[in-house]
């Protein structure tokens, strides 16, 4: 009986170990849903989890946004709350628990502040805490947040984008409050121009952080002590062969046992405009884009381990932030939210520390910062935003198991009832507008439209039907966020009474 039983747990196991296989390598990004935000756009989001409820936060220039997120991936909007002197946009947003207490940090880019806000029961917010820039605190424009928990302690890191960059440390108090440890300025061996990623670790009971330096094309590694005191261990710069850290952007990492990786990705510089003094050095070399992993060694320091490089088949151009999905003993999920593919890159990572791209979703706008991976029971979400002014939403998007499609085309209806005062003018205004967006996207492969005719009284008012075709998904992601769809609703807004839109998938035959 023991030996069945011994039998029945290794078949178990071993159709785990299938489904596991199955799930990580065969996933995609199914959008939830979308809300509206308060800011102008949407730069940083972080997500948290309080007393079994499940909250969003989406920053932007002068306001942060919060929402809650049910099990569905649907987003709630709660309250907005206005950034110190309305400025901003609010980046590296990070919420953790500090002595029993709920706290969101946030760097306030340009009004130079570190903010600290009370998370309230509701999911809202209420500052209780200003630290403002100093000479020696390399606050200005900070734009990146990493909590560290130390044993009778815990930090805020900060780094930023400025004249004088650098890396700074800051005791976390119980009431929020940030108390300065010390601060380390940029040289020209360590990488802290420009932190806009970093991630920590722990080897042997010892604390290790590293950071990404945009301006200085490289990544470093720091050895972090209890007393929140900091010192450098080693660097990694780009060269003009086999790297890939010209604007070394996101950085994150993973673990399998005692192995410990850290994963950097990088918006490069030849996105940026040359004319500008925006790009520090200007002598750079493009050779593509790629995501690259370090091996971490026993004392901390980064060892070049892998580089998966862009290609027709991936979406890596200008990656701007990636985030850990899943993880599991022996592999994990990584999404890779990038500016220039504008697109949601999906990628493998095993033990031995290579990648392998899986599928990526094309969201129809760029993502810069704003990702950001959120667990529910059994369910894995995505998050995210634009930098883009012109869309000023928030999306959510589950990620689960791909759906076969070939052979099918998707139609999308949409059917609209207008307001009793609407002028034909403007309804014939309206429709032109709505069937000039197959010149206007390309990704609509096919329109048509009509008033109603049927006589069954079961129209509930609608007059107008428009149904569009797209081959894929990226098609209708691109549609949905297009500013000449977003023009449209705008225009035809004041006039719609209300609407009601479903998609299907078909053959083609």
């Known amino acids: 009986m023991n030996r069945i039983k011994a039998n029945l747990l290794t078949f178990i196991f071993f159709l785990s170990g299938i489904c596991m296989a199955q799930v990580s390598d065969d996933l995609m990004l199914y959008r939830k ?24 936060y989406a920053g932007g220039v002068g306001n942060i946004d919060a929402y809650s997120l049910d099990k569905d991936g649907i987003l709630t909007p709660i309250s907005n709350h206005e950034l110190h002197m309305q400025k901003g946009p609010a980046r590296g947003m990070v919420a953790d628990n500090i002595n029993g207490t709920d706290f969101l940090f946030v760097a ?10 009370k998370i309230l029961n509701t999911g809202s917010l209420e500052r209780v805490s200003l630290v403002e820039d100093t000479d020696t605190t390399h606050l ?19 780094g930023g984008l400025e004249e004088t960059p650098g890396l700074s440390c800051f005791k976390i108090q119980s009431d929020g409050k940030l108390t300065h440890v010390q601060s380390m300025k940029d040289d020209d061996n360590i990488h802290t121009d420009g932190i806009i990623g970093m991630y920590t670790t722990k080897i042997n009971g010892k604390t290790f952080l590293y950071t990404g330096g945009f301006q200085d094309n490289g990544v470093s590694s720091f050895r972090v002590y209890d007393n929140g005191k900091f010192k450098n261990i080693n660097n990694i710069s780009d060269n ?34 040359p004319t500008t003094n925006f790009i520090k050095r200007k002598n750079f070399t ?8 370090f091996k971490v060694n026993k004392k901390g320091a980064l060892i070049p381990h892998f580089v998966l490089k862009d290609n027709d088949d991936t979406k890596l151009a200008g990656q701007t932030r990636i985030e850990v999905v899943s993880a599991s003993d022996t592999q994990a999920v990584l999404a890779v939210g990038t500016r ?25 706008y760029s993502i810069y910062y704003g990702l950001k991976s959120h667990k529910i029971d059994e369910k894995n979400f995505l998050i995210a935003g634009s930098n883009q002014f012109d869309l000023k939403k928030i999306v959510s998007y589950e990620v689960s ?38 010149n206007e996207i390309p990704e609509i492969t096919y329109i048509e439209w009509g008033i109603n005719d049927s006589e069954e009284g079961a129209s509930k008012d609608f007059t107008h039907t428009f149904t569009l075709t797209f081959d894929d998904e990226h098609g209708r992601e691109i549609y949905l966020f297009h500013k000449a769809h977003l023009d449209l609703v705008s225009k035809v807004g004041p006039i719609i009474a209300d609407v009601f839109v479903m998609d299907y998938w078909t053959t083609t035959n």
């Open 33 to 56: 849903g979308f809300k509206n935000i308060s800011g102008d756009n949407t730069v940083s989001v972080t997500s948290y989890e309080k007393n079994g409820a499940h909250y969003v």
């Open 401 to 438: 198991p791909k759906i076969n499609r070939n052979g099918k085309v998707l139609r999308h209806i949409v059917n609209l009832r207008y307001k009793a005062d609407a002028t034909k003018q403007q309804i014939k205004e309206a429709e032109e507008a709505f069937v000039n967006l197959k």
């Open 108 to 117: 306030n880019k340009y009004g130079n502040v570190i903010e600290t806000f």
């Open 340 to 364: 220039d593919h504008a697109s949601i890159q999906l990628l493998n990572i095993n033990k031995e520390g290579m990648l392998k791209p899986t599928s990526y979703l094309e969201t129809g």
């Open 286 to 293: 493009y050779h593509g884009d790629g995501v690259s992993v």
């Open 140 to 158: 200005g424009t900070a734009i990146t947040l990493q909590v560290i928990h130390m044993k009778n302690s815990s930090y805020l890191f900060v």
């Open 240 to 273: 003009d062969t086999d790297s890939y850290l010209t604007g070394a952007y996101p950085v994150t990492g993973v673990t399998f046992g005692d192995t410990n990786y850290v994963i950097v990705g990088h918006r490069h510089h030849k996105y940026y405009d």
